[in-house]
Structure formats: C-alpha cells, structure tokens
Nanobody, 126 residues
Framework: QVQLAESGGGLVQAGGSLRLSCAASGRTDSWYVMGWFRQAPGKEREFVGRIRMSSGTKYYADSVKGRFTISRDNAKNTVYLEMSSLKPEDTAVYYC???????????????????WGQGTQVTVSS
C-alpha cells in the first residue's frame, strides 16, 4: 500500500505560479509512475501529466505543456507539479496518483492508477 498526500494548493491570480507537492509513504520500495490529475466542478477528472520515478521520464497533457513541470525527489519520495502562467480554466482540485511501473505501460487514464491522494484545491482568479 502507498499513501499519497498533496499540499500546496491555494488561490492565485491569473498569470501567477504555484507549486504542488505529493509525498508518498508506505510501500515506497518499488518503482512507481506518479501521475497528476485535476477535476473541475461538473467535469471529468483530467490527466495533467506523469513522471516515471526510476528514470524521470515525463509526459504532459497538451493543455498544460509548456506551462506545467513535473519533477521528483526520490530521496524524499515526493513529486512536484510546478504550475506557471496559470489561467482561470486551471481552477480545479488537483490529485496525485501512483501505479507500479511496468515496462512499456504509459498510464494516462485515471483507471490505470491504483493509489490516490485526497486532492488539493487550486483556484485561479481572473
């Protein structure tokens, strides 16, 4: 079992920046893929990006490419989501998620992830 805890959400003006953290605890002795998702009111949960903890390989959704950056600190079992040039449409609850890494598997759907954090609210004002 892996437990995930997000932090760093808040209120920011459009054009601003924010950094979210996701700390993993529990069975962190295996390699995972960590994903970031977001869900706005009345909308489906949306994939934001992912990082493979072993290699650092990243992938981003087109909607955030060039504005958001995912990074990791394996010593701290923590992943980060650096968000810049924020827009009101980025307003959502942001979740981190984890799944055991498997060769050739590139998880993008929320249904492919096994562990979830509780989410953190990000609100971007115009």
């Amino acid at each position: 079992q892996v437990q995930l805890a997000e932090s760093g959400g808040g209120l920011v003006q459009a054009g601003g920046s924010l950094r979210l953290s996701c700390a993993a605890s529990g069975r962190t002795d295996s390699w995972y893929v960590m994903g970031w998702f977001r869900q706005a009111p009345g909308k489906e949960r949306e994939f934001v990006g992912r990082i493979r903890m072993s290699s650092g390989t990243k992938y981003y959704a087109d909607s955030v490419k060039g504005r958001f950056t995912i990074s990791r600190d394996n010593a701290k079992n923590t992943v980060y989501l650096e968000m810049s040039s924020l827009k009101p449409e980025d307003t959502a609850v942001y979740y981190c998620a984890a799944v055991l890494a498997r060769a050739g598997v590139l998880p993008r759907s929320q249904y492919e992830y096994d562990y979830w954090g509780q989410g953190t609210q990000v609100t971007v004002s115009s």
